[in-house]
């Protein structure tokens, strides 16, 4: 590994923001929330999907073939985005997945929803593996904090609006119109990145690392489904999970194993080797996904089992945990943007997500709804410094070269934390749960539901606390307006590897090569 606060060179975004870039933007950003929105929308449509369709024991399959699906084609989307070109790649994608949504709406059966599902996961692994490295591409370092705003707002309105759409459009229309209501703007998302997203569109002759591509689809599959598995359809010590978590652990080996030797590897190990901030960034991603997904889980359970509030306002119970982070982020990036310095958010960050889900770990059944609000407002601080910052430091630990396939890993990250964390935290609810007394004690269930929400609360504190001493360890290099960043003082800078053509290690391609090509995808 390099010095510690050296940088590979290439790490940088273009020498200069293009002037159309907030509406490039916003096109990006239209692409996401379509991903976004989508699983929550159809979630809250299922109970009627079910009751049209039928097939209930087939249910949860509806939302695991979709996530599984995302998450093992988002670092496959990613490096063909670096191989071929991040334009045709995130336009392909978002095709692939207004396609999909179009067949689920039609769909006339359970079994033809789920593979249909399937379909559209397959686009939006393509999504979120190619936002976040367009932003690396056309945004330089120290301006990324301007932008940060932007995608806190969408994950935000996809986490609160997903669930009021949903029971809007299931209320008023066919539940078809779950899915048909991407057509418009997948449409829109389309038509206005191709006549507004201008990037180096790269012509490179590689091979493609299939046996790559298979190890880790076969890894993130077992991964994906122990975790959704364990502790509900079988015990965390059964032989399925067991078995799953054999497969994971010698797919994974194998994986890294031929990263090592292939010319063009799917997920470049260097990303991981190159500098200490990049594996520091995919403990706070991994962590901040955990969070997400546990609260946006368990937060409104709480609030409607425990607390009486209503499950239709579900998606606004969010409000005082969302709305912090879209404030702190844009405050934070604006702030970083401003200094280029940015170490002291993610340590703050996740010292107030210790601090908030510490806190929401002491509910009980008499916890009012304003005071879990309160709380929820530190966790929602905490995610604000935490979880877009996470993705400049990554984003500034990488080349160029690599950025999608970077990135692509830290959507990944993102995933699967949320994946495990709702499966331990699925696990330690259930077991609460289920030692309550017989039907008809409901004092004694509520008690059992809130100390499920306690237990769940408290493993992501100790987890935020492993984060929390991470971000400590981050190297913060000032960040510039253009071109590569600046090594921290009297730091060494590694040079880019120089590697043989195809059929040895690839060739690096600096920055400044590939902005100075002429041909503009």
Known sequence: MPTSASLPSTSAGPSAVPKNVRWVMLGIMLAMLLSMLDNMVVSTAMPTIVGQLGGLEYISWVVTAYTLITAVTTPIWGKFGDLFGRKSMYLASIAVFVVGSALCGASQSMGELIAFRVLQGVGAGGIGAGAFALIGVLVPPRERGKYQGMTASIMAVGTIGGPLLGGFVTGHFDWRWAFYINLPLGLVALVWLWLTLH???????????????????????????????????????????????????????AFISVEKRVGEPLVPLTVFTGHRNYPLAMALTLAAGVVMFGAGLYLPLFQQNVQGASATHSGLLMLPMMIPVVIVSTVAGKVMSATGRYKIFPVVGAAFLTAGLGLLSTMDTGTSLLLTGLYMIVVGIGLGFTMQMAGTIAQNSVSLRDMGAAMSSSNLFRTLGGSLGVAVFGSLFTRAVQSHPPT??????????????????????????????????????????????????GAPVSPAPVSPAPGGQRPATTSA????RENMG
Request: aromatic fraction near 8%; charged fraction near 10%; proline fraction near 6%.
């Open 513 to 516: 090569e590939v902005m100075g």
């Open 440 to 489: 008809g004690a409901r004092d004694a269930y509520l008690t059992a539901v809130a100390s499920g929400t306690s237990h769940i609360f408290l493993t992501g504190a100790i987890l935020c606390a492993l984060a929390f001493v991470a971000s400590l360890f981050v190297i913060e290099v000032p960040l510039q307006k253009a071109g590569p960043p600046a090594p921290a003082a």
């Open 199 to 253: 990037v180096p569109a790269p012509r490179i002759r590689a091979r493609i690392d299939w046996a790559g591509i298979g190890l880790l689809t076969l890894s993130i599959t077992a991964i994906v489904l122990a975790a959704t598995w364990a502790g509900s359809t079988y015990a965390w010590g059964s032989w399925q999970v067991l078995s799953l978590g054999a497969v994971a652990a010698i797919g994974l080996a």
